[in-house]
């Protein structure tokens, strides 16, 4: 006999566990927005700066030393950056895969058929 009490129970369960996962997606996508934003809002920062003290220059060689620790500084921090990003990516897609890994981990395998 169908039990609807357990089922409604296990709906519940089903649905609460759905928007829980939900609202940590969400969070992490947050997270990587304020990170992009921040990291976009230092970069401009750090262009500024570095626009300013090219305009103080006097000679060609201190530009070009200017120039080659700017593009290295930033080049660092771009690899940083994505770096940190990729593992956030990383983690929001382990967190987005959670719910999936009991029901995929006792799914049957299919065995190819025999001819």
Same mark, same amino acid.
Not at 2 to 9: C, H, L, S, V
Not at 32 to 47: G, P
Not at 60 to 83: D, G, H, P, R, W
């Given at each position: ?22 609202? %940590?997606? !969400?969070?992490? +996508? /947050?997270?990587?927005? &304020?990170?992009? =934003?921040?990291? #976009? ?19 060609? %060689?201190? !530009?070009?030393? +200017? /120039?080659?620790?700017? &593009?290295?500084? =930033?080049?660092? #921090? ?38």
């Amino acid at each position: 006999m169908f039990n609807f009490e357990e089922a409604n129970k296990k709906g519940k369960e089903a649905v609460d566990a759905m928007v829980k996962n939900y609202s %940590e997606v !969400a969070k992490g +996508l /947050q997270a990587i927005a &304020v990170e992009a =934003s921040e990291y #976009s809002k230092k970069s401009f920062q750090d262009l500024a700066t570095h626009v300013e003290s090219l305009s103080g220059v006097r000679s060609i %060689e201190t !530009a070009m030393e +200017l /120039q080659v620790n700017f &593009v290295k500084s =930033s080049y660092e #921090s771009m690899v940083a950056e994505a770096t940190k990003m990729t593992e956030m990516y990383a983690d929001l897609a382990k967190t987005a895969y959670k719910p999936y890994e009991a029901p995929v981990a006792k799914a049957p395998v299919p065995t190819p058929a025999a001819h």
